[in-house]
């Protein structure tokens, strides 16, 4: 796949996960049907935002296939259990697109624009990554406690949506810590501290190694 290739699906990736963060939270009726074509894009860019081995690749597009169908079903047939299938197989997804994103960072020889916004994209990823798994642990504790409780207070949020873990997800990865959000289960808690840890190594260890590359690099390059 040609670099200039590679540059047009991480800026379609990037167009995608900002429209999901920014976008998200305007009131319109078809609201959900929007917000699940955002994640099938998000989902399929993010498979061609790379150049992947075939190996990779024949990981990917069945996997994202999977999580894209999921998704679907989830929309048309609503449910604790297809919504807990749903958002599992996002996890998994993000968390491979991820990670091959990192190694790719890490493997490259010189930081071009692709690198640059590889480098965004994995950081919103990881946003919208520690949304969907707050999203899980709100999954499995309202299915198992029947009191109709959330498994985070939100406290002008009486049924939340994805864009509010979201939201929640970016305020723990960039340790804003405004305190009008608070996680309840011990789950949610976990997931907390896991993403925030995350978006910390993440920050660290990725400018560290492009700092190094970019130092590393001929002049005029």
């Known amino acids: ?30 609201l959900p049907f929007l917000q699940d074509l955002l994640m099938t894009a998000i989902l399929y860019s993010g498979i061609f935002s790379l150049d992947f081995s075939p190996k990779a690749t024949k990981i990917l597009l069945p996997l994202g296939t999977i999580t894209a169908a999921t998704l679907w079903i989830h929309h048309f047939f609503p449910g604790n259990i297809i919504s807990l299938i749903d958002f599992i197989s996002t996890v998994l997804f993000l968390i491979a697109i991820v990670v091959l994103m990192i190694r790719h960072i890490a493997r490259s020889q010189n930081v071009t624009a692709t690198i640059i916004l590889n480098s965004i994209n994995g950081y919103l990823l990881l946003g919208v990554l520690g949304g969907v798994m707050l999203v899980i642990s709100d999954v499995i504790y309202r299915f198992t406690h029947a009191s109709g409780e959330h498994a985070i207070d939100f406290t ?20 804003l810590g405004f305190g009008d959000i608070t996680p309840v289960s011990y789950l949610a808690r976990s997931f907390s501290i896991l993403i925030a ?23 005029g390059e």
């Open 197 to 219: 840890i995350t978006g910390q190594m993440y920050m660290t260890i990725l400018i560290a190694i492009l700092v190094g590359k970019f130092l590393a690099q001929p002049k």
């Open 156 to 175: 002008s949020q009486s049924a939340p949506q994805l864009f509010d873990f979201v939201y929640f997800s970016f305020v723990i990865i960039t340790t």
């Open 1 to 30: 796949m040609a670099v200039n290739n590679l540059t047009r699906n991480n800026i379609v990736l990037l167009i995608c996960l900002l429209a999901l963060i920014f976008f998200n939270p305007v009131p319109h009726k078809k």
